[in-house]
């Protein structure tokens, strides 16, 4: 079986489970409101009060469990991302102003960040990064490499939750003639 069957295969199990989930409670509600029929407009009420406050109380719950996991992530991800910027800035000071940043620092600082981010980074950035390092080993043009950091920075961006920017913007900021670049 191919892929695609495969998926249609999925597709269709997921769509027969979500029917037959659709069945029961909607046999399940028509039974409920049918005994509710039988009782006292404040027992209804009542009922239905507390129907509303355990299901509020329960999403709220899920939503705050959400939101500080994505708290938490955002933080060791700031820190992660911050030192692949960091290690751009140096190796765009040191070809400025000739500054020491050796081999040997460079090859500490992807180690690092490599580390961070095997734990920390989301999906699109680990995949920008190993496109990126994909790149760096292979000699090619130069320019590529800028576009792929620059997409990655735009990733790192988007899971800290700030906006993405055009595309160009972030490498302005290391390279002055910036539209000539393509």
Known sequence: MNKKEGNALLGLIGLATVGYILYVLSTWLLEVLSILKTYDAVIVVAIITGFVTITTTTLKAIWDIKQSRLHYLTQKREVAYFHFVEMIYKINQSTKDGADYSSEE???????????????GSK????????????????????????????????????L???????KALLSFFINDIENLD
Do not use: C, P, Y
Request: proline share 0%; charged share 40%.
């Open 124 to 159: 699109k950035v680990v995949e920008h990064w190993m496109e990126f390092r994909k790149e760096a080993v292979t000699k090619s043009d130069g320019k590529k490499l800028l576009k792929i950091s620059e997409q990655l920075m735009n990733e790192m961006r988007n899971d």
């Open 161 to 167: 939750g700030v906006q993405k920017v055009k595309e």
């Open 106 to 120: 460079q090859i500490a600082d992807l180690i690092k960040f490599s580390k961070e981010i095997t734990l920390w």
